[in-house]
């Protein structure tokens, strides 16, 4: 057993049910987060099936995508979990590469033309 | 007398190589491949230097000097430069912040085994009907083209070999996250571990885009795409835009642990902490930063358009600033050290002005109109050569002689390791300075012979003996490793001026790094120590069971499969080989059956007891352990 | 750590998936992957953008023409519930219930194969229209793209199948805990890049 580990105690039965209850709620929690996702998918499919002006879709679509980017990596990937190992750390690692990604989008779409 | 003490045979040792995922052994395997390579991609340079030594030289043609030019190139970026850098990596970092080895250890051996074996493939193409002859760029308007299998030899090798990069990159970064020892906070890190996690971190982003720009190459080339022809709407711009957002990171990932090696050497050999610790690694991430953001600055003659242009040139200039500010740290540090002249300092000193020449030049190709005058001349090769060899190679050399003690316990001979950086040093200056006044001249890179009466056969004489000086610089320095075997044992902190945790270690390094963990007080802890009088860090836990990871044939099988699946894929467009698909198929499977048995074993390590430890101490030190 | 501990849901730590040094390593590991994995796909996303509707003169395929959303629709919703099923699996992970996760994960890989197969069928029914691999530039870097998603959702499948016949007869424990998190982890990434996939290739490819 080395100093990283955790500790195996076993649990009052009180902190049991008190983990279990927080379990569910945070489930309960993904659930209504799911929902949105849902929604936000039938905006988006909706807009472009309705056939509006593409330079109110285009952004408009593209910012629905990435509520759900960050709904998915903050909470169904647990990120905002506090207890994630330096999940701060990891959060970084991961806007840093989405950074670099636009920076990709913007160049591909600007100066590659002929 | 247990199993860890006894002397083992020839093909157990060998054996024991093979399937080993401890740090200290990977870094000695990278060593050994990576001087390999480097000293076949320097052999290559010397044959082109011989070439063109004087004017309408026939030593070669004009075929193979483009098989010589690329494969020196890509073998010295991706096969010499970062496996030997890997090797300081591999066994320096987990010695400097305390771990007993890397987060993977399994990852760690399969990293290697996929980079040994994509390098060993690329080469075989010399063998096997011709190597690549596109350049190490290889612009795809050029490399589609190209007839035989060369290409596809450098598609699917560098494929291979740089996923093994990129698992190491991984690797290195999350060690470094989260292996610490207590007290080793990440600003209390060495300036080394520093440059090795950020360069981890370019490797980490540079490396799939080069993925990705190699996969439409081996789909354009092998399986009928239209990425980069023109005729079926597709864009030649394109590979060089993926290759360059790899292909400049690239330089910062060799050259930022390059900056770290020196960063060791020069407070060492001070005896003065590092001038301005937390500058150097604001520098660092911020050289990492902006090195993805100046790749088409690489492309100006391309034609992207004044705007795009001008943007790339002003943040290309900006990364002089970062660089700057290491600079004068640098020689801060060393401003009123008490200084010893050591080889490894000899290699610092002379490192410092080689590489600020090889930077202001690089600023001067910042210059977008500029550029369009130096683009493709001599110029560009005895800048880049100045930044790789003057930083990166110095780096590499110094730190040989700096951490051979770690890596072997013995130590290489000063005075030889003196004459070799002369030699060396001056055979550089006189390979490299003088290529800029060719390309101010006019002469073109990458051209196998030129006429006489252009005023640049002396130049190219007088760059050739310069050449062979540095072939007899490399020479002397492997007699010198050599001659070490004999040498006596160096023991603990044998410069006695060592100032992170791995000179704390006695020598030689048991295979679990510290019987103790360490408890880190500051930057340089075994500084603080040494200066309070203590011969021994202070430890964070008592002498207890220490749990170490097994031994694993798993890694060199998978790389395996995919070395075999590699040559399926090669032959898979000839039509008169239609076993080709067997062979790639057959490839695929060993690979995934190797990866499936790892995944469905358990494979929980080994613990090593107490007892155990001390009858190795004993072992290795003597009787009553080490003290 | 023994890793051979049997465990009560009384003793079952709180974070399984990161009780032990291996497990954290693990998840910080992949996160890390990940994060390349981002990169990985933007390059493909951007070669695509740059080739869309690209082609040999007088080319009758466009995003317009080709795509069509009911099936991409279909395709969102399955692989959208899946990523649920998913947070249930592991939701049950930490409640230490084994066959509750089990079943979970059952219903993602169901799921999954029907994405799998919506995929196959569109390739095929574009194949068959003459908008094959190496029609055009952007038949090429269309099928990358969506291809290189689809060869994850395989391997995250054989992945998960795996998980689950290897751990069929051992349980729940600290060595595999770590194991279902990240495989979960791979899972949702599919599906964040499934979501810039519907978005800028289908529905900003049917507007045009």
């Known amino acids: ?80 979990d506090k207890k994630t190992h330096f999940g701060e750390v990891i959060g970084f690692f991961m806007w840093v590469g989405i950074f670099i990604a636009f920076t990709f989008f913007l160049a591909f779409l600007t100066i590659i033309w002929w | 007398m247990s199993s860890y003490t006894q002397k083992k045979s020839f093909g157990a040792i060998v054996w024991d190589y093979i399937t080993t995922v401890d740090h200290k052994k990977l870094a000695i395997m990278y060593l050994l491949a990576g001087t390999l390579f480097f000293a076949i991609a320097g052999f290559e340079a010397l044959l082109m230097r011989i070439q063109l030594m004087k004017p309408n030289n026939d030593f070669v043609s004009a075929g193979f000097f483009n098989e010589l030019l690329t494969m020196h190139g890509t073998t010295m970026l991706f096969l010499a430069a970062t496996p030997l850098l890997f090797a300081f990596m591999n066994m320096l970092v987990p010695l400097q912040i305390g771990a007993r080895d890397v987060a993977f250890p399994f990852l760690n051996s399969l990293g290697f085994w996929l980079f040994f074996l994509g390098a060993v493939f690329l080469h075989l193409s010399f063998f096997m009907g011709g190597a690549p002859d596109a350049g190490w760029t290889s612009y795809a308007s050029l490399s589609l083209y190209s007839p035989g299998h060369g290409i596809d030899f450098y598609v699917l090798g560098l494929q291979i070999s740089g996923a093994g990069t990129l698992i190491s990159g991984i690797n290195f970064i999350v060690t470094i996250i989260t292996m610490r020892a207590p007290g080793m906070t990440f600003m209390r890190m060495p300036l080394f571990t520093w440059t090795a996690m950020i360069s981890s971190a370019l490797i980490l982003f540079a490396f799939p885009p080069l993925t990705i720009g190699l996969l439409m190459m081996l789909f354009d080339r092998m399986f009928g795409g239209n990425f980069f022809d023109h005729t079926m709407g597709g864009n030649t711009v394109i590979w060089e835009h993926l290759f360059w957002i790899f292909g400049h990171p690239e330089v910062y990932i060799l050259v930022l642990p390059a900056f770290g090696l020196f960063s060791e050497i020069i407070p060492t050999f001070s005896r003065k902490r590092l001038f301005g610790y937390s ?47 290491k600079v004068f740290n640098w020689i801060l540090t060393i401003w009123g050290g008490s200084i010893k002249v050591t080889t490894p300092m000899l290699y610092a000193l002379g490192f410092i002005p080689s590489f600020v020449a090889g930077g202001v030049t690089g600023v001067m190709q910042a210059a977008a109109p500029l550029d369009y005058q130096l683009h493709d001349s001599y110029f560009i090769v005895a800048h880049f050569h100045y930044v790789i060899v003057g930083g990166i190679v110095t780096a590499l050399f110094g730190s040989a002689h700096f951490y051979w003690p770690i890596f072997f316990n013995r130590m290489l001979n000063e005075t030889l390791g003196k004459i070799t950086f002369w030699v060396f040093f001056i055979g550089f200056h006189l390979t490299f300075f003088i290529q800029h006044f060719l390309g101010l001249m006019g002469m073109p890179r990458r051209v196998f012979t030129y006429m006489e009466g252009q005023g640049w056969d002396n130049f ?58 360490p408890l880190v007080r500051g930057l340089d802890t075994w500084w603080i120590e040494k200066q309070e009088g203590n011969t021994e860090v202070t430890f964070a836990e008592p002498v207890g069971d220490v749990h170490m990871p097994n031994n694993s044939a798993i890694p060199v099988v998978i790389s395996l499969g995919m070395f075999i699946a590699a040559f399926g894929a090669l032959y898979n467009p000839d039509a008169d080989k239609p076993w080709s698909i067997y062979i790639l198929i057959i490839g695929l499977a060993i690979t995934f059956g190797a990866m499936l048995t790892r995944s469905l074993k358990d494979d929980h390590g080994f613990h090593l007891h107490k007892e155990d430890i001390l009858e190795i101490e004993e072992h290795l030190y003597g009787k009553g352990g080490n003290k | 750590m023994d890793y051979n501990t049997k465990f009560t849901p009384h003793t079952w730590p709180d974070h399984p998936e990161q009780a032990t040094m291996e497990g954290k390593n693990k998840i910080v590991g992949f996160w890390i992957f990940l994060a390349c994995e981002v990169v990985l796909f933007a390059s493909l996303f951007a070669t695509y953008l740059a080739l869309k509707n690209k082609g040999p003169a007088g080319m009758e395929f466009s995003t317009e023409k080709l795509f069509e959303l009911p099936l991409a629709f279909a395709m969102t919703m399955l692989l959208l ?42 390739f095929y029914h574009y194949t068959h229209l003459g908008f094959t691999f190496t029609q055009s530039a952007f038949a090429t870097s269309f099928y990358s793209l969506v291809g290189t998603h689809g060869f994850h959702v395989t391997l995250g499948l054989g992945w998960i199948l795996a998980l689950m016949i290897r751990n069929a007869n051992r349980g729940l424990n600290l060595y595999n805990a770590p194991k279902f998190f990240v495989a979960a982890l791979y899972w949702h990434f599919i599906d964040v890049v499934w979501v810039f996939i519907f978005t800028v290739v289908y529905l900003m490819g049917v507007i045009g």
């Open chain 1, 1 to 80: 057993m080395s100093s990283h580990d955790t500790p195996i105690v076993a649990k009052s039965q009180a902190q049991y049910e008190y983990d279990r209850h927080h379990n569910a709620l945070h489930m309960r929690k993904q659930v209504v987060n799911f929902a949105i996702m849902i929604f936000l998918t039938f905006i988006a499919f909706g807009m472009a099936a309705a056939g509006f002006s593409k330079y109110l879709i285009f952004p408009f679509i593209l910012l629905l995508a990435g509520v759900q980017v960050v709904l998915q990596l903050y909470s169904f990937m647990h990120l905002e």
């Open chain 2, 279 to 325: 500058s150097m690694v604001f520098a660092t991430i911020l050289i990492g930063f902006l090195g993805f953001m100046v790749w088409a600055h690489h492309m100006f003659t391309t034609g992207l358009g004044p705007t795009a242009n001008a943007i790339f040139a002003v943040a290309t200039m900006a990364i002089g600033v970062p660089t700057g500010m």
């Open chain 2, 460 to 517: 190219n004489l007088i760059s050739t003996i310069g050449a062979l000086m540095m072939g007899v610089g490399v020479i002397l320095l492997v007699i010198n490793c050599l001659l070490s075997i004999k040498g006596e044992p160096a023991g603990r902190d044998p410069w006695g001026d060592g100032r992170t945790l791995e000179w704390s270690i006695p020598q030689p390094i048991p295979f679990y790094n510290f019987r103790q963990t």
């Open chain 3, 81 to 122: 519930t899946s990523s649920l099923t998913s947070v249930y699996a592991i939701y049950h992970m930490r409640n230490f219930n084994f066959k509750g996760m089990q079943t979970w994960l059952g219903i993602t890989v169901l799921l999954g194969f029907g994405f799998l197969a919506l995929e196959i069928y569109e």
